[in-house]
């Protein structure tokens, strides 16, 4: 779509209410609560008519420029369920947990890492100890955003600095109040949380039928190794990639999708020799950022952080995150790892087999060698990506001059848009419904465009029509009017600019073609 680039944008993402991203993608029926009706499942998600395309066109988008257009990379779709085996060896039965607070008084849990404490100077309780705030957040900053109001309100005068200090890390944690209801002293001590879901493998319900939901999708791609190698005969640096549900019992959640329990990640396992890992992880850092741009995203929306090495997880070497600019602040979309021959090494040693890739071409004499190589991880989210899509996308445009509503556009990619074309008839008398719902039909056939969502839609006035699309970021609308009946042509409305061409309807779909780019 040429135009994009040079539209006036007036929100940036971080300028984005998430509360009306939430209410939109309620109301058109992108996002919806799980189990809504009765009452609701916490950081669970199901996603509409039109959330199901847009999230189905990341990951085709992702799928073809990650494996269709290239030859060094090639699929595969493993089950969730997996031979617990495969958790032990891969550390997370041991290690992925998160450090736990409960309140003893309301019952509430808290992420002891996510929990935050500042003293308020100058304010004492009832024995004459300085007054504790609490609040919860990632980062030191977004926990003194939340903690600023209520402190503000204990000292009934402005605050102009707050310092957190981690809740595991305060002596005197007795003092800290619950973030949620305000009982002093109700925190218990933090104890370690793992995050995977358990469930039982046959009838009988003990702990040797124990096995998890899986949280992450790479250890599927692991386990297939050499399932892969053998079948395809790929030659080094070669990867596996999986697009897939994955399952964590996460602590703290909130910010719609954004941490979810029920998720989808894309994740692409990039095996190389091990000198070249580097190397490998510089290059998919280019090309992981570059998706995101390709897809619209905005170059100011996005930022590369290197890890420290206390972030660092216990399978990584070095580690990236692509992180977005989401309106509570930066962060994570994608993480970008080297995690050397952790994973093979693990899997080889917990399952007996040989986990290796032999190189006819290398090692000393004529029978080459059997090299472990090592892993450059592409893991993205698809709920977080189509999230940023969304937020991104999201803007208003002032009311025009005499009127009150401000324009909602989604300026969304014409790739990922949910409906790629509207057609709109301007009456709905007969031979004008008619010929609309012909010209409709027409393009949704394959020799239109391939696999397009074309809409079609009569009800309401025809402002009201192209504001219901624009807020569903449909790039271009098809008008029928009456002269239609007459010239036969019609009117290819722009979503961004709202400018309006006239082309006859037997070029309707070139035309169209060529706006879209797809
Ligand atoms: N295999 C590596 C791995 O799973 P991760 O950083 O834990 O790494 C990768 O997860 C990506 O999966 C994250 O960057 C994020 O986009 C997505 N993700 C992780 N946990 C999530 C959650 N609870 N809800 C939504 N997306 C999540």
């Not at 741009?293 to 905005?298: C, D, S, T, V």
Request: charged share 25%; hydrophobic share 40%.
């Amino acid at each position: 779509m040429a135009t994009t680039q040079s539209v006036t944008r007036y929100l940036s993402p971080s300028q984005v209410d998430l509360d009306k991203i939430a209410s939109l993608c309620k109301r058109r029926g992108f996002i919806f609560q799980s189990s809504e009706i009765y009452g609701g499942l916490n950081s669970v998600w199901d996603y509409g008519p039109l959330g199901v395309e847009l999230k189905n066109n990341v990951k085709r988008a992702w799928w073809r420029a990650m494996v269709q257009e290239r030859d060094d990379v090639v699929g595969l779709d493993a089950a969730i369920l997996m031979h617990p085996q495969v958790w032990h060896a891969s550390g997370h039965v041991a290690g992925f947990a998160d450090p736990l607070i409960d309140c003893k008084v309301c019952k509430q849990r808290f992420r002891a890492d996510h929990l935050w404490a500042a003293f308020v100077n100058g304010v004492k309780d009832k024995d004459g100890a300085p007054v504790l705030v609490t609040g919860e957040g990632s980062t030191p900053e977004e926990a003194a955003a939340e903690m600023a109001p209520r402190a503000k309100k204990l000292l009934k005068a402005s605050l102009t600095e707050i310092k957190p200090v981690l809740v595991k890390d305060l002596a005197d944690r007795d003092r800290v109040p619950c973030p949620a209801c305000g009982a002093v002293g109700s925190l218990t001590e933090p104890r370690m949380f793992n995050l995977m879901f358990k469930t039982f493998l046959g009838p009988v319900e003990d702990e040797s039928a124990v096995i998890y939901m899986r949280p992450e999708t790479a250890q599927g791609i692991f386990a297939n190794f050499d399932n892969v190698l053998t079948s395809s005969r790929m030659r080094l640096p070669f990867g596996i990639a999986q697009t897939g549900k994955a399952f964590r019992n996460e602590i703290t959640t909130g910010h719609l999708t954004f941490r979810s329990r029920e998720f989808e990640q894309m994740e692409l396992e990039y095996f190389v020799r091990p000198e070249e890992g580097e190397r490998w992880l510089q290059y998919w850092l280019e090309q992981r950022r570059g998706w995101y741009l390709k897809l619209g995203l905005r170059p100011d929306s996005l930022r590369l952080r290197q890890h420290e090495k206390e972030e660092l997880a216990h399978y990584a070497k070095d580690c990236y995150d692509v992180e977005f600019t989401f309106p509570w602040g930066w962060a994570e979309l994608e993480g970008i790892a080297n995690r050397g021959d952790f994973d093979l090494t693990q899997h080889a040693r917990s399952s007996g087999k040989k986990l290796a890739y032999f190189d006819p071409s290398t090692g000393s004499g004529e029978k080459g060698e059997h090299i472990v190589p090592y892993v450059i991880e592409p893991s993205g989210g698809v709920d977080r990506a189509t999230l940023a899509f969304l937020i991104d996308a999201y803007d208003e445009e002032p009311p025009p001059a005499g009127t009150e509503e401000a324009r909602v556009v989604l300026r969304l990619h014409p790739a990922l848009a949910p409906v790629k074309v509207a057609v709109l008839p301007l009456s709905r008398k007969e031979p004008l419904v008619n010929m609309a719902r012909d010209i409709a039909r027409e393009l949704r056939a394959p020799s239109a465009g391939s696999g397009w969502a074309v809409a079609y839609d009569d009800a309401q006035s025809i402002g009201r029509r192209y504001r219901r699309q624009d807020e569903q970021g449909t790039p271009y609308c098809v008008t029928v009017d009456f002269q239609s009946l007459e010239d036969k042509a019609v009117t290819i409305r722009e979503r961004d600019t709202m400018s309006q061409v006239r082309v006859p309807v037997a070029e309707l779909a070139a035309a169209l073609r060529e706006r879209l780019g797809l």
